[in-house]
């Protein structure tokens, strides 16, 4: 009996470390996310203006910056998300402090889990190759400025958006040519003026969603808006290579009423004369009034995060 319980004792450290990998499995399993308000919540504290802030210099911006990277990386860690905006969020913030910080290799990676989440046929194709043919083109340079830089970026994102087929991209491309014209240092200023200003006047704080507007505001002014130059030309080259002159339907379809036919002496009496087309041969052109799409936000919220301009690459 004494040999037996001998033998157990020796065999106690041997169980326990066996044990401990589950125990620790247990204790390190993550929390399900269903929904951005199952995300925990975060402050940051802001002394000045976040206008100010975002073009501060590099120290300063990075205090800010590491400290929502830090909450990011344990949101990411700690958390199952299973919802796709708010993991998307994430992953682009956390992609735009890759950028700012040159860590050009891991920002790959991070374009590869963001492409992952998307199921449409056109973003599946498009998203992230703005910022691919980037991080691609600072690796090979081993710079992110400069004519050897430009040229290789210019390259690099042309290899991207040509092998793309027209008909599902188009608008696509369309809207990225208009966008990375009128892309401007300014026009991110402005965003943050406008949407985060007011928040840190009010509490002298920026929560989760506006810290990370804020983190892609600055990966906009300094790394998409000096490099869209090169992307607008290659969307202009794409867009002329794909884009035909779709033929004019309706002047077949013409159709010109006078004064002595049924229709139009119905729509006298009616009262409603001026809602034909045309009363008589002399008014025989037709002015039709274009379909007008609805204007282009600056900002769009997706899971209640603030989307600054320019943050879908």
């Known amino acids: 009996m004494k040999n037996q319980l001998f033998a157990l004792a020796r065999l106690a450290p041997l169980i326990l470390i066996l044990a401990a990998p589950s125990s620790y499995s247990q204790a390190a399993a993550k929390k399900t996310v269903a929904s951005q308000a199952d995300m925990p919540r975060h402050s940051y504290a802001v002394e000045g203006l976040a206008s100010a802030l975002v073009q501060a210099d590099d120290a300063t911006f990075g205090v800010f910056a590491s400290k929502v ?35 050009y290799e891991a920002a790959l990676a991070t374009v590869d889990a963001l492409r992952a989440l998307e199921d449409k046929p056109s ?15 600072a690796i090979g340079t081993r710079s992110a400025a400069g004519p050897e830089f430009e040229e290789a970026f210019g390259r690099r994102y042309m290899e991207e958006v040509n092998p793309l087929p027209w008909d599902v991209v188009s608008d696509w491309a369309k809207q990225s040519y208009a966008s990375a014209r009128l ?12 949407e985060l200003d007011p928040a840190v006047l009010k509490s002298h704080a920026l929560d989760e969603s506006e810290a ?17 130059p090169v992307q607008a030309r290659v969307l202009k080259l794409y867009i002329a290579a794909h884009n035909s002159v779709k033929p004019d339907i309706w002047a077949a379809r013409e159709v010109t009423l006078t004064a002595d036919q049924p229709l139009a002496r119905c729509w006298s009496r009616s009262g409603t ?10 008014s025989s052109s037709t002015t039709r009034t274009p379909r007008q799409a609805a204007p282009t936000a600056s900002r769009s ?6 989307r600054p301009p320019g943050s879908t690459r």
């Open 69 to 103: 990277r830090a909450d990011i990386e344990s949101d990411l860690r700690d958390y199952d998300i299973k919802d796709r905006s708010t993991l998307r969020d994430l992953l682009s913030a956390k992609l735009s402090l890759q950028e700012i910080g040159g860590e």
């Open 123 to 137: 973003p599946k194709l498009t998203t992230g190759i703005l910022a691919r043919a980037y991080l691609k083109a």
């Open 183 to 194: 892309a401007a240092r300014a026009v991110g200023l402005a965003f943050v003026m406008t």
């Open 212 to 228: 990370e507007a804020l983190v892609r505001m600055r990966a906009y002014t300094q790394v998409v808006v000096p490099h869209t």
């Open 273 to 282: 004369r001026g809602s034909t087309r045309a009363s008589s041969p002399a």
């Open 301 to 306: 919220t997706t899971s209640g995060r603030r």
